[in-house]
C-alpha cells in the first residue's frame, strides 16, 4: 500500500512539473535589437555631435584669443601681460570644467535611460510570461545563466517583436506596462499615507 501512495505522489509530482511552461531570451539581443534602445543612441548620438560642435566652436574662439593675445604680447606693460595671461589660463580653466561637467551630465543621462529602457524590458518580459501562461522565462548572456536551451523554447524574437510593436504604436514612446503602473500606485500610495 505504502509503494501505490509513494507511486501516486511522483507521478503527480512529475505532472504538476511537465505543467511548467519554461522558456528564454538571448538578454543581450532583445536589449541590443529593442527599438527604443536604437532610439536613445541616435538621440544621444545627436545630442553628443551638439555638444562636440560647441566646444569645438568654443575651443577655436579661445584659440583666437590666446594668438590674439601672443601677437599683441609685446604692447602691453609687463603687469598688464600677465593679469591678461592669467584672465586666460582662468577662462581654460572654466571651459574644461564646463566641458567636463557638460559631458558627465551627459553620459548620465544616456545611462539612467538606458537603465529605465532595461527595466521596461525586464517588466514587459515579466507582464509576457503573466499573459501566456509561462512559470519561467530565463534570460540566455555571455555569463551563461542558459547554457543551452531548446530553440523551440527560445522567446527572444516572440518578445522583441511584441515589445517593438507597443514601443511603435505608442509613437516611439515607451509606455509603462501594467505591472510598472501597479508598482508605481503602490509606491505613491506609501509615499501619501501618513506616519503615526
Do not use: W
Not at 3 to 28: E, F, M, P, R
Amino acid at each position: 500500500m505504502k509503494n501505490v501512495v509513494i507511486a501516486i505522489i511522483a507521478v503527480l509530482t512529475l505532472s504538476a512539473c511537465t505543467q511548467q511552461k519554461i522558456g528564454y531570451v538571448d538578454s543581450s539581443d532583445l536589449v541590443q535589437d529593442y527599438k527604443a534602445v536604437k532610439a536613445l543612441e541616435t538621440e544621444l548620438g545627436e545630442k553628443n555631435a551638439i555638444f562636440q560642435a560647441k566646444y569645438q566652436q568654443i575651443a577655436g574662439d579661445f584659440e583666437k584669443e590666446v594668438q590674439e593675445f601672443q601677437a599683441n604680447a609685446k604692447k602691453f606693460s609687463r603687469k598688464k601681460g600677465q593679469a591678461k595671461y592669467e584672465a586666460l589660463m582662468i577662462k581654460q580653466q572654466q571651459i574644461q570644467q564646463t566641458q567636463q561637467a557638460e559631458n558627465g551630465q551627459l553620459q548620465k543621462e544616456g545611462q539612467e535611460r538606458m537603465d529605465k529602457i532595461v527595466d521596461d524590458v525586464k517588466a514587459f518580459v515579466k507582464e509576457y510570461a503573466k499573459t501566456n501562461g509561462y512559470t519561467y522565462i530565463l534570460g540566455s548572456n555571455e555569463a551563461g545563466s542558459v547554457l543551452y536551451g531548446d530553440s523551440e523554447l527560445d522567446l527572444t524574437e516572440t518578445i522583441l517583436v511584441a515589445m517593438n510593436k507597443k514601443f511603435k504604436e505608442n509613437d516611439g514612446k515607451i509606455v509603462e506596462t501594467e505591472i510598472e503602473k501597479e508598482v508605481d500606485t503602490k509606491e505613491t500610495l506609501k509615499e501619501e499615507t501618513p506616519v503615526n
